[in-house]
């Protein structure tokens, strides 16, 4: 329970800082670089990387991982069919209307903080 109260207080941290462009830049350069620093055999983090992807920005390079990511996965095993649904839904979004794709990410996004107990109205609560 501390660490997930110390991850909670830093994520905020982080969140409420203005931190300078350059920084964020690098991170996404860092954390952007699929073939060189993540294994691709574990579908989630394939998923982890389309996501960040477009959420950056780079809506093709999103698209060609959700691409992957659906080919990579059994249709016969529940939770992957569940994953490449959700895939192929965010996939068809950001080619018919990015904007609305990445609502759709911030939607998910602020539930997972939501869900981890990492929004601000959360910390509040502790």
């Not at 954390?31 to 691709?40: H, T, V």
């Not at 060609?64 to 249709?75: K, M, N, R, Y």
């Not at 192929?88 to 990410?105: G, I, K, V, Y």
Request: aromatic share 8%; glycine share 4%.
């Amino acid at each position: 329970m501390t660490l997930l109260l110390g991850l909670r207080r830093s994520w905020l941290l982080f969140k409420s800082r203005p931190y300078p462009f350059f920084l964020l830049s690098l991170a996404s350069k860092i954390l952007l670089r699929p073939p060189k620093l993540f294994s691709q055999t574990n579908p989630n983090t394939r998923r982890a990387i389309a996501y960040s992807l477009a959420r950056a920005g780079r809506i093709s390079e999103g698209v060609e991982i959700l691409d992957q990511l659906v080919d990579q996965l059994d249709a016969t095993v529940p939770w992957q069919f569940d994953l490449a649904n959700e895939a192929t839904r965010l996939r068809s979004e950001l080619t018919a209307d990015p904007t609305e794709a990445l609502r759709q990410l911030q939607a998910w996004e602020r539930e997972t903080e939501k869900t981890l107990g990492l929004s601000e109205a959360d910390e509040s609560n502790t």
